[in-house]
């Protein structure tokens, strides 16, 4: 049967009647012979996308030089800490010899006026972290297999199983596979993190510090300019991992802005829709809260104020803290906002032997600030007890006795 035989048919064509051709349509009841207009559709269209990325790979060797240099910054403020066991950092390197296959790493690349180009990287901070860790050559395995470690140089008189030279060179000269993005915002750099990281176990706290928006932006500028850049320094530990620094600071502001209803952090999820609002934070909320955190630093660093804080502060100690010092900073002396933490720390610490984030600890320490606080007589510092709102104008943040 030949392709045209598809078309021949016992059927008979299909003629057109002339008694069919006789008869009219029948006429719209309106009288209107007009056909009804079909509105179309706009045709589909993508916004907001990215630049094309581009794939390109460096030796390790070459990834290794620009992070000792600085021209690869492992640690924007949305990337997590270093997590990842000694192991997992093992089998990656072990991957790495063996010519694995290993995830490409995401870097955003900008360049500088004379040229030179610095890049953060968006994914990929373990693994550049193994690769950095294992180059500088400390005791690490080549190989999965064996329980042997190997040494890249000698020290003192140990006997150490040097690595080969020649492994030496070729783990320096391996390529690795990178994706690179130029002229991004750090929204979209921040966006890119968030995507990547669908199947990674972040923690609340990670997630919220890649949000992007006035609120986490005002977040931000509190970590880097009030309280510097390595927060509150070495005055106190109050748990800063894992982004818990940035989730402390958020639930200060979320309690502030809520007083008096609010009398414990939020959850996870509230807190995410209140750090994803568009509006901006109001004027007047945004000088209490800058000089808020004024005052709590200089409590911290300061000598003769940091009392409260030579004993580890627990998270929620620290939220709560920070909200009695933005409610009393214009009525109390820095003397007598140091005593007042001290005394509500012993308090929480007299009823509760473990003092954690949870909603009726919260509530004793917000009990303390509004009934107990107004009823106790504080150190005074004899000099009239001036308000730690005008007094903290002379602390000096670059001094730790």
């Not at 901070?125 to 860790?133: E, H, V």
């Not at 923690?203 to 510090?209: D, G, K, L």
């Not at 106190?236 to 008096?260: C, K, Q, T």
């Amino acid at each position: 049967m030949s392709f045209s035989d598809f078309y021949a048919s016992d059927l008979t064509d299909i003629t057109t009647s002339s008694d069919e051709d006789e008869v009219s349509p029948p006429k719209p009841k309106n009288g209107s012979t007009k056909k009804p207009k079909i509105e179309e559709r706009p045709p589909y269209t993508i916004t907001n996308t990215l630049r094309p990325p581009r794939s390109t790979s460096y030796s390790v060797r070459s990834l290794y030089e620009q992070i000792v240099d600085g021209s690869i910054n492992l640690d924007p403020d949305y990337q997590r800490d270093i997590v990842w066991p000694e192991q997992k950092q093992i089998g990656l390197i072990d991957s790495v010899f063996r010519n694995y296959y290993i995830p490409p790493i995401i870097f955003a690349v900008s360049t500088t006026s004379d040229g030179s180009e610095s890049r953060i990287c968006i994914d990929g901070k373990q693994r550049l972290t193994s690769i950095q860790k294992f180059r500088v050559c400390p005791s690490y395995l080549p190989t999965l297999i064996t329980a042997k470690r190997y040494w890249c140089k000698k020290q003192g008189a140990n006997a150490r199983t040097l690595l080969p030279k020649t492994l030496q060179q070729s783990f320096a000269n391996k390529q690795i596979v990178c994706v690179e993005y130029d002229s991004l915002t750090d929204e979209q750099e921040r966006e890119i993190f968030q995507r990547v990281q669908l199947g990674v176990a972040l923690t609340p706290a990670e997630r919220m510090q890649a949000i992007a928006g006035p609120w986490p932006n005002f977040i931000r500028e509190i970590q880097s300019h009030v309280l510097g850049d390595d927060g509150f320094g070495n005055s106190f530990d109050w748990g800063r991992a894992r982004g818990r620094d940035f989730h402390g600071l958020a639930s200060i502001v979320y309690l502030i802005e809520h007083l008096p209803t609010s009398k414990a952090p939020p959850s996870s999820q509230t807190m995410d829709r209140w750090l994803t609002r568009a509006i901006p934070v109001p004027p007047k909320l945004r000088t209490g809260v800058l000089d808020t955190f004024h005052v709590y630093r200089c409590l911290a660093q300061e000598k003769m104020y940091r009392k409260p804080f030579t004993q580890r502060v627990s998270p929620i100690e620290f939220v709560m803290i920070g909200v009695m010092i933005y409610m009393k900073r214009e009525i109390l002396s820095l003397t007598q906002l140091s005593h007042a933490a001290e005394k509500m720390r012993a308090d929480v610490r007299s009823v509760e032997k473990d003092v954690r984030a949870n909603g009726r600890v919260s509530r004793l320490l917000f009990k303390f600030i509004m009934e107990k606080l107004p009823r106790l007589i504080l150190r005074s510092d004899g000099k009239g007890d001036k308000s730690a709102h005008i007094s903290s104008s002379g602390c000096s943040f670059n001094t730790h006795n």
